[in-house]
């Protein structure tokens, strides 16, 4: 009897630990589920953010082709289409008709300098930085001495 008793118990407690654990798998395929249904809901959404993108690139790409083609850059227009208000040669030619605007007399020098001979100040190509800069000549300095290869002045 007492292996009977001790039997039926063993089952009953086989038997719960059953239920439980086919409870435990039941929420955990729930959960999966659910995992796998936000990350389709993300695939889908990245795939809408990517086609509208490409869209976009797409926009903005055939506006600039617009604009270059007829050759007009009003501002408004860049602005709506979100282009800069204008492009790198445009700004670079408006800084010089600033210098003309403000009737600056300039030349630029075989070597790249632009200067004026009636000012304290050029602009000129920093080798090391790469980069334009504005020279503000010292009024101190001596003007520079050119010496000719026989060693003339």
Do not use: C
């Not at 292996?3 to 435990?24: N, Q, Y």
């Not at 993108?53 to 617009?66: H, M, P, Y």
């Not at 700004?91 to 020098?109: K, M, P, S, T, Y």
Request: hydrophobic share 40%.
């Amino acid at each position: 009897m007492f292996g009977l008793t001790s039997r039926r118990r063993l089952t009953a407690e086989v038997d719960a630990h059953l239920t439980t654990i086919r409870a435990r798998l039941d929420a955990e395929h729930l959960v999966v589920e659910e995992i796998d249904s936000h990350i389709e809901t993300i695939r889908a959404r990245r795939a809408v953010e990517d086609a509208l993108d490409k869209e976009r690139r797409t926009t903005r790409l055939l506006a600039e082709q617009l604009l270059d083609a007829t050759g007009h850059y009003p501002a408004a227009a860049r602005t709506q289409l979100g282009l800069p208000p204008a492009g790198p040669w445009e700004r670079a030619v408006e800084g010089l008709n600033a210098l003309v605007d403000a009737d600056v007399l300039f030349h630029i020098e075989p070597d790249g300098h632009i200067s004026n001979s009636t000012g304290d100040e050029h602009i000129e190509w920093d080798r090391t930085a790469n980069r334009w800069r504005l020279v503000h000549d010292a009024e101190d300095d001596p003007a520079p001495v050119t010496v000719d290869q026989d060693g003339s002045r």
